[in-house]
Structures are given as structure tokens and as C-alpha cells.
């Protein structure tokens, strides 16, 4: 069996008032840039700043549409190629 490898970083940005975090998340794979995903976070005005959930919220949603693009690659290679198997 061959291993792959597949790599996933996320960059994650905030605004200077805590308000907004932006989080990208960006697979690498086959030797390249693959897909490419964007989260966002917003602080309700009247919350407490507390920046680890903003992160763990716009990295979250990143994540969830890379996901998403990586189930519509799937779907669409299985609509391409699927079918049975021709028999020799």
C-alpha cells in the first residue's frame, strides 16, 4: 500500500478590536496547492473579548467547507468515472 500525505495549514488573522477572525485553511496535496477555504468569526459587541474562540470558530467553519469541497470533488469523480466494471 502507498502512504500518502496531505497537509492542511490554517493562518489565522483578527481584526485590531478583537471583533472579526478570519481563518484560512489551505490543503496541500499531490505536490500542490489543492483547495483553499475561508472561515469567519464575529464577537458579539456585547461579549467579552476572548480570541482562542473567535480561532477556534473561523477555523472550524474553514475546515467544514473544506470538507464540503473535498465531498463535491469526490461526488463528481464518482459521477465521472462510476459504473460498473467492463468484464475482459
Not at 31 to 52: C, I, M, Q, Y
Amino acid at each position: 500500500m502507498q502512504a500518502k500525505r496531505w497537509t492542511v495549514q490554517i493562518f489565522i488573522s483578527e481584526d485590531d478590536g478583537d471583533d472579526r477572525t478570519l481563518a484560512r485553511a489551505v490543503l496541500y496535496a499531490r505536490g500542490s496547492k489543492w483547495h483553499e477555504s475561508v472561515g469567519l468569526a464575529r464577537r458579539n459587541p456585547h461579549d467579552r473579548p476572548v480570541p482562542e474562540i473567535g480561532d477556534e470558530l473561523a477555523a472550524g467553519r474553514a475546515l467544514m467547507d473544506l470538507a464540503d469541497k473535498l465531498i463535491g470533488d469526490a461526488a463528481d469523480d464518482v459521477a465521472r468515472l462510476g459504473g460498473p466494471v467492463e468484464a475482459r
